[in-house]
């Protein structure tokens, strides 16, 4: 990943709203949730859900599918995950294998 275009995913990421739309899907895991379900569990109204859906789907984070009559959001993990190695792939001093990013411990070992 090039920072054009991690800038995007991380400026979607850098609201509120969007980034609980976003934890709360990388929690529902692959099945996704349907936007009704988002708006509901986040107390957020349907235009403005859909604003920030539109954002994070353009930024490239969450994708969406039709099962009947509902729109099903997902994180997409492959883009999840390349942001992530973008993020830390210079941790530590150019060596991320020394460093420990457990949810824990956010730290280089090498301390």
Request: aromatic share 4%; hydrophobic share 40%.
């Amino acid at each position: 990943m090039k920072s054009e275009e991690a800038l995007p995913a991380l400026a979607a990421l850098a609201q509120e709203t969007r980034l609980a739309i976003f934890r709360r899907l990388v929690r529902a895991g692959a099945a996704g949730e349907s936007a009704g379900a988002l708006a509901e569990a986040l107390g957020t109204p349907a235009p403005t859900l859909s604003f920030h859906l539109k954002e994070l789907e353009h930024a490239g984070l969450i994708a969406q599918r039709r099962e009947s009559r509902n729109i099903i959001y997902a994180a997409r993990y492959e883009r999840m995950r390349q942001l992530l190695s973008y993020l830390t792939k210079d941790c530590c001093g150019g060596h991320p294998e020394v460093c420990d990013l457990s949810p824990n411990k956010v730290r280089c070992n090498a301390d």
